[in-house]
């Protein structure tokens, strides 16, 4: 059979001749300037908009984050926008360095009921946007490209004349052509040098914003990125203007689409937090800054409390947040497989050596940014089922319960975590982990039951231990009295006397867990049987002494089961 390599239906959008396109060579050193659409465009997507109450808590929360260009409302749209605009005047909800954004359509009684919503305030932005493309200029509103470029220098002019009129504001204008990735490029820049001449007072203290939107995303980003950079070598004069981007997602491609573009020199982006926005949404803002942060960038925006930020607006909105989606995602800082939780786990402990080594302040296998900057926690960093391995299991007892077992038990502890995990079939809580800890390593059942052991230093020579042994045995109580070269050697004598499988107790590990008068003995015991076989097991008190003996008999009980 042979492949059709063509589909009628569609076409491959035609790419741009620019033999010495200068974007893919740059790097992204500089934060551009953030404006949220969350309140106009995102809120236009939602099942279920914003009320009023909701809106103002949304705006005052990307005021916290760092927005200083927040799109506020349509307020030639609908009363409801009208007035939230007003209630931010005039109960004063906007900071002094923050400029909130109105759109409108080019339509003059549009332009005017918007200059109407911001009497009075004191510093905004006024948002102006005309569908540019053949498609929309033809097909929606049944115009000529001539009739457009008059419609739009009609409501600029109208923009000016308002604006003159609020000498004590400080008003800034922004224009759009609509879909400007399916526009003819030339006649955009026709379209966008007769806004800024008709606007008349764009300068570089000044600029006027011109915003060019993928508002479908029809290309792939490199085409967007050609684009902008041919938009700023025809335009007249780009030193008098911000080029702002816009990008939708419908081909999952925004994030991709705005970092290029920006490396072409575009210096604003809008979007919203997590991608909220008409169709599959806009540009995700906080996937985006968090990219450059993790890149060096500071960006303006705060997202060191983005679990909040996340809660607040999932309860506003409505609208959940992919687990795995970037930074915010429940599971983005996790690994359930075993080599990537033995590899972050080695990766933390010695986060000082990589940095010397690799010079950059994090560096750490499988984890591109540290967790902390975004207020995630450590703790959540490995997550347990019965992908997982030694190691991460090895972590979360460490991290949550402080427990250091040796490396020669990690294998041990996993295979026991593994065997739960594929039991009940899901995913295990770090609480889970520590009981099956407890109960397959500090309290196994098993035939031994210790009931007192007293080690007594010989009267001549107190190198020599004399070692007494209460013990039931399948609920038969015996004493056993047995001398050894230390307390663990006379315990070891005892039990062997008692009839217990032939076992030697190589080097073992201890540990305090606690501090001061509360700290805790932990010993990690490993027997060795005669027939090779090697089992740890662990004992807790406050004397090391008695937690070494305790191990004696968990591991004793567990080669019981085991047999």
Excluded at 511 to 531: M, S
Aim: glycine letters at 8%.
């Amino acid at each position: 059979m042979e492949n059709n390599t063509n589909i009628p239906k569609y076409i491959p959008p035609p790419s741009f001749d620019l033999p010495d396109r200068q974007w893919p060579s740059r790097t992204v050193t500089r934060s551009p300037i953030w404006c949220s659409v969350d309140l106009r465009d995102g809120n236009q997507a939602l099942p279920n908009p914003l009320l009023p109450d909701q809106k103002l808590e949304y705006f005052l929360m990307l005021c916290n984050i760092g927005f200083k260009h927040i799109e506020v409302s349509f307020p030639s749209a609908s009363q409801d926008d009208f007035d939230f605009v007003r209630r931010l005047i005039e109960e004063n909800h906007i900071p002094d360095d923050v400029y909130i954004m109105t759109l409108t359509q080019c339509r003059s009684h549009l332009v005017e009921r918007t200059f109407e919503s911001i009497a009075g305030l004191p510093r905004g932005i006024v948002h102006l946007y005309a569908a540019t493309s053949d498609l929309h200029m033809e097909e929606v509103f049944g115009l000529s490209r001539a009739e457009t470029i008059e419609m739009v220098a009609d409501s600029i002019g109208l923009s000016r004349r308002l604006a003159d009129d609020m000498p004590d504001s400080d008003i800034r204008l922004e224009f759009s052509p609509e879909e400007f990735t399916a526009t003819d490029l030339d006649f955009a820049v026709e379209v966008c040098e007769t806004a800024v001449e008709t606007w008349g007072y764009a300068t570089v203290d000044k600029p006027m914003i011109l915003n060019l939107p993928a508002t479908v995303e029809r290309r792939p980003p490199n085409h967007y990125a050609d684009m902008i950079e041919l938009f700023i070598r025809k335009f007249s004069s780009p030193e008098k203007v911000i080029i702002s981007l816009h990008s939708h997602n419908d081909q999952g491609m925004a994030i991709a689409s705005t970092e290029l573009a920006l490396l072409a020199g575009a210096q604003r982006v809008e979007g919203t937090l997590f991608g909220h926005g008409e169709r599959t949404g806009n540009v995700d803002l906080v996937t985006l800054a968090c990219n450059l942060h993790s890149r060096g960038v500071d960006t303006g925006l705060d997202f060191s409390s983005l679990s909040r930020i996340a809660e607040a607006s999932v309860r506003l909105t409505g609208m959940p947040i992919p687990a795995r989606q970037p930074y915010s995602g429940e599971y983005v800082f996790t690994a359930f497989s075993g080599s990537h939780q033995d590899a972050i786990r080695k990766g933390m402990a010695q986060l000082d050596k990589s940095a010397e080594r690799f010079g950059i302040g994090w560096a750490v296998p499988y984890l591109h940014v540290d967790p902390a900057d975004l207020g995630r926690k450590y703790e959540s960093l490995i997550r347990i089922n019965s992908q997982s391995g030694k190691g991460g299991v090895a972590w979360v007892l460490e991290q949550d319960y402080g427990i250091e077992a040796p490396k020669a038990m990690h294998p041990e502890i996993g295979r026991a975590v593994q065997r739960f995990s594929e039991e009940v079939k899901r995913e295990i809580t770090s609480s889970e982990v520590h009981e099956i800890f407890n109960d397959e390593f500090v309290n196994p059942e098993g035939p031994y039951e210790l009931m007192g052991y007293w080690p007594r230093p010989d009267d001549d020579d107190p190198t020599q231990i004399h070692g007494e042994v209460r013990m039931k045995v399948r609920g038969e109580e015996s004493t056993i009295i047995a001398d050894g070269n230390g307390p663990v050697s006379a315990f070891v004598h005892c039990m062997q006397k008692l009839g217990a499988p032939h076992f030697a107790v190589d080097d073992y590990h201890e540990q305090a867990v606690g501090k001061g008068a509360n700290a805790t003995a932990l010993a990690y015991v490993p027997l060795e049987f005669d027939d090779g076989k090697v089992l740890f097991g662990v004992g807790s008190d406050t004397n090391i002494d008695q937690a070494a003996v305790r191990a004696i008999v968990a591991g004793l009980n567990r080669h019981a089961k085991d047999e």
